[in-house]
Structures are given as C-alpha cells and as structure tokens.
C-alpha cells in the first residue's frame, strides 16, 4: 500500500472510509488500515478492525494481533492514572522485549515510584541493563524501592561500575537496601559478602530479616540452607512467610522438612507460602502435607493447596479451584485464577474463560495474568476477549498475555 508506505496513515483510513455503504474492503485495505491505527497510537480502533481480517473463520493473522497487542500496552505508558501505568509497566517488565529500552528509560522518570520501580525491573528484563545509562543514575532515586529494583537490574547484568556505589551503599544504610547492596556485590564476584548477608538473616530489624532471607533463596548457595530452615521459626510472621518462600525459590529437597513445618503456622499467610514452596519443589511425597490445607478455614491457604497439588500434577483439585472460583470475595476468585495458572488439565480453562469474564474487574485482572503464565491450549481466544474489556487494566494484562503467548508460538514453530 503505497500511502501507508510514504507515512500517510490518516490517508489510508480515509481511503477505507470513503468506500460505498455496502462495499467490503479488500483485507490487504483492511490490514493496512489496522497498522495504520497502531501507527496513530489508536489500539482500540485498529481491534474494531481485526475481525474483518481474519472472518469468515479464518486463522488469526499472528503478527497484526501481535503488533495490535504490543500497542495497547505502549499507548498507555503515560496515562494520567497511576494504576494503569503501573499496569502498562508490568505488562512490559513481563514482555522483557529489548526494542522498548527509550520507553523503559522514560518510565524511570515517571512521577509514580511504583512506576520507575517497575521500569527499573523491566530494564532489567530486556537484558539491557548494562547499555542503560538512565538505569544507572537511576541509583539516586529517592525512593528505597526503586533505588532497590535498580540494584536488582543492575546486579544481575554484572555492571561492574556500580561496585563503588554498592559498597557505599553497604556501609552506610542500616535498612534493607543495604543487604541489596551485598547481594550485588556478590553477583560482581564479592563472595565474601555472603557471610553478611547470612548474618543479617538474624539481625534486630525484620525488614532487614526479610530482605536477607529473600536474597538467600534468589542466590541458592548450599551453605545457606541452615540459615534459611532457621528463619521459619522467627518470632515475625512476616519473615518466616519470607523464608517459607525462599525455600521455594531455593528448590532444594532440603526445604521439605522446614515447610512441613510451615504449613501448621498459626498464621495464614506463613501456611500459604509455604504450600506453594512445596508445590514449587516438586516433590510427589509431599502431596499428603498438602492435602489437609484444602479443608483450611482461610480461603487463601486453601488457593494455594490448589495451586501446589496442581503443579505437583493432582487433576482432581480443579473440583476445588471451582468451588473458590464462586466465592462472593472477588479476591478470592482472583486468588483462584492465579493459582489455575499452574494447571495442564485442559478443564481448567473453563473456570478461567469464566474468571476472565466475571463482574469485577479484579478476577477478571487476574485471570488474563494467569493465562499468559499457562501452557493450556486455547489461550489465544479467551485473550482476545480480554482486549475488549470495559476495564482499562484488564485490556492491558490481557495484551501482555496475548504478546506473550503468541511470542512462544513463534519460538516453538521456528524451533521445529
């Protein structure tokens, strides 16, 4: 098409209004129409589109619904709203494309710090973090949460020329950052912070508690083990939820024994992570910890008994994720949703088809996330269902999803 060629996207729209009532556009007016929406930043407008390119049944043309995808979430990077930021940052940190690095740089000047940290985590991602000069003064953030997202990003790169920083950053904070700090440290080759880092596992502070239980299971050395089957008894809930979750992240069979422990905590939260940190393990003896957290009075465990037995392979649990995914708490189903994620039983795609349909937004949320993380058959449809919701952020998680499943599809078919 040749005005769409010479950059006269307006051009091409008017040539496909301008037809007579009656008139079908060919489908090379039509595809030319739709990447010139996306072109004008007009996601919503190319998607009204789509359907007379691929009807009467004809299959999904996999790069326009790609592209169409992509720009629903990169129109609203700057949104007046700061969820849908934040959601449109997510969506792109989970993409972990390396041609969005000038958005990525962009969003770590945004005015929300949960917007810079997400962008600072995305940058990351793309595994450009070392080509990004943005990231790197991004260390003098003024928020603890970006300064420490940007660690992360960098730490994991290997950006040899933050040692001086991080070292400072080591001394002189008494918070988590610093154990953050050590933990990039150590990526750079400085074992020796480890010792400090296992030290600060039983330190005054239960931030600091957290943040250094969190780093041992990120960084699974064997040494840490002791450290981390200790923590599930800190007098804090909250660290020894932590430290039931870097046992899972661990992954080491050594963790079975502190998280059979951990799934009889008094706290709910403790006995939720750590039925997922067993799940996350993989090991089939432990299906018979698990099973009595079905029947736990706080709804939470139980979605989280259904999501460990579902990974450890137990079809029969989908009964139960039914059950939670009618609940009258709209965090419950939302809950329920995430969990399906971890399902390869194709009946689970029903509940999420009806999660992703729910009346409140927040299943509805949850369930687009889960189906870009699920390896079922037949995410591409309930997907598209997404990018037509009333609901701003579900449109995005749903684009995210969508750009994600149908990147592995184009992996698996030129892998063949």
Same mark, same amino acid.
């Given at each position: 098409?040749?005005?769409?060629?010479?950059?006269?996207?307006?051009?091409?729209?008017?040539?496909?209004?301008?037809?007579?009532?009656?008139?079908?556009?060919?489908?090379?007016?039509?595809?030319?129409?739709?990447?010139?929406? @996306?072109?004008?930043?007009?996601?919503?407008?190319?998607?009204?589109?789509?359907?007379?390119?691929?009807?009467?049944?004809?299959?999904?043309?996999?790069?326009?619904?790609?592209?169409?995808?992509?720009?629903?979430?990169?129109?609203?990077?700057?949104?007046?709203?700061?969820?849908?930021?934040?959601?449109?940052?997510?969506?792109?940190?989970?993409?972990?494309?390396?041609?969005?690095?000038?958005?990525?740089?962009?969003?770590?000047? $945004?005015?929300?710090?949960?917007?810079?940290?997400?962008?600072?985590?995305?940058?990351?991602?793309?595994? @450009?973090?070392?080509?990004?000069?943005?990231?790197?003064?991004?260390?003098?953030?003024?928020?603890?949460?970006?300064?420490?997202?940007?660690?992360?990003?960098?730490?994991?790169?290997?950006?040899?020329?933050?040692?001086?920083?991080?070292?400072?950053?080591?001394?002189?904070?008494?918070?988590?950052?610093?154990?953050?700090?050590?933990?990039?440290?150590?990526?750079?080759?400085?074992?020796?912070?480890?010792?400090?880092?296992?030290?600060?596992?039983?330190?005054?502070?239960?931030?600091?508690?957290?943040?250094?239980?969190?780093?041992?299971?990120?960084?699974?050395?064997?040494?840490?083990?002791?450290?981390?089957?200790?923590?599930?008894?800190?007098?804090?809930?909250?660290?020894?939820?932590?430290?039931?979750?870097?046992?899972?992240?661990?992954?080491?069979?050594?963790?079975?024994?502190?998280?059979?422990?951990?799934?009889?905590?008094?706290?709910?939260?403790?006995?939720?992570?750590?039925?997922?940190?067993?799940?996350?393990?993989?090991?089939?003896?432990?299906?018979?910890?698990?099973?009595? @957290?079905?029947? $736990?009075?706080?709804?939470?465990?139980?979605?989280?008994?259904?999501?460990?037995?579902?990974?450890?392979?137990?079809?029969?649990?989908?009964?139960?994720?039914?059950?939670?995914?009618?609940?009258?708490?709209?965090?419950?189903?939302?809950?329920?949703?995430?969990?399906?994620?971890?399902?390869?039983?194709?009946?689970?795609?029903?509940?999420?088809?009806?999660?992703?349909?729910?009346?409140?937004?927040?299943?509805?949320?949850?369930?687009?996330?889960?189906?870009?993380?699920?390896?079922?058959?037949?995410?591409?449809?309930?997907?598209?269902?997404?990018?037509?919701?009333?609901?701003?952020?579900?449109?995005?998680?749903?684009?995210?999803? @969508?750009?994600?499943?149908?990147?592995?599809?184009?992996?698996?078919?030129?892998?063949?």
């Amino acid at each position: 098409m040749t005005r769409y060629q010479a950059g006269e996207y307006d051009g091409v729209l008017q040539l496909l209004q301008s037809l007579p009532a009656g008139q079908e556009p060919g489908r090379e007016l039509v595809r030319y129409a739709i990447l010139s929406d @996306l072109k004008l930043g007009k996601p919503e407008a190319a998607w009204k589109l789509y359907p007379a390119l691929v009807a009467p049944n004809r299959p999904d043309e996999v790069g326009v619904l790609r592209e169409l995808a992509r720009s629903f979430i990169i129109t609203r990077v700057r949104d007046s709203q700061e969820h849908i930021r934040i959601a449109a940052y997510t969506a792109l940190a989970e993409m972990g494309e390396s041609d969005t690095l000038p958005i990525l740089e962009d969003g770590l000047l $945004d005015s929300s710090a949960l917007v810079r940290a997400r962008a600072g985590e995305a940058i990351g991602r793309s595994g @450009l973090a070392g080509q990004s000069s943005a990231l790197k003064r991004a260390l003098r953030d003024e928020a603890p949460g970006v300064r420490i997202a940007v660690i992360n990003a960098l730490g994991d790169a290997k950006v040899s020329a933050i040692t001086d920083q991080l070292t400072e950053i080591a001394r002189v904070d008494e918070g988590p950052e610093s154990i953050f700090a050590l933990a990039g440290l150590y990526k750079l080759g400085r074992t020796d912070v480890l010792t400090d880092i296992t030290n600060a596992a039983t330190l005054p502070d239960p931030e600091v508690r957290m943040a250094a239980v969190g780093i041992l299971g990120r960084l699974r050395r064997p040494s840490s083990i002791s450290a981390l089957s200790q923590a599930v008894y800190d007098p804090h809930p909250a660290v020894r939820a932590f430290a039931a979750g870097a046992l899972g992240e661990f992954g080491s069979a050594d963790g079975i024994a502190p998280l059979t422990h951990s799934v009889g905590d008094e706290n709910p939260r403790v006995r939720a992570v750590a039925a997922s940190s067993l799940g996350r393990l993989g090991a089939a003896e432990t299906r018979s910890v698990i099973q009595p @957290l079905l029947r $736990d009075p706080d709804e939470h465990v139980r979605i989280s008994a259904v999501e460990a037995l579902l990974r450890l392979g137990d079809a029969s649990v989908i009964l139960n994720a039914a059950d939670l995914a009618r609940h009258p708490d709209p965090s419950i189903r939302g809950g329920t949703a995430q969990a399906l994620a971890a399902a390869t039983t194709p009946n689970a795609m029903t509940i999420l088809e009806s999660l992703i349909r729910d009346q409140q937004p927040l299943p509805r949320l949850m369930a687009a996330r889960a189906l870009g993380k699920s390896r079922l058959p037949g995410l591409v449809v309930p997907l598209k269902t997404g990018l037509q919701d009333t609901d701003a952020a579900v449109r995005i998680a749903s684009a995210g999803s @969508l750009y994600q499943v149908l990147s592995r599809k184009d992996k698996q078919g030129s892998a063949r």
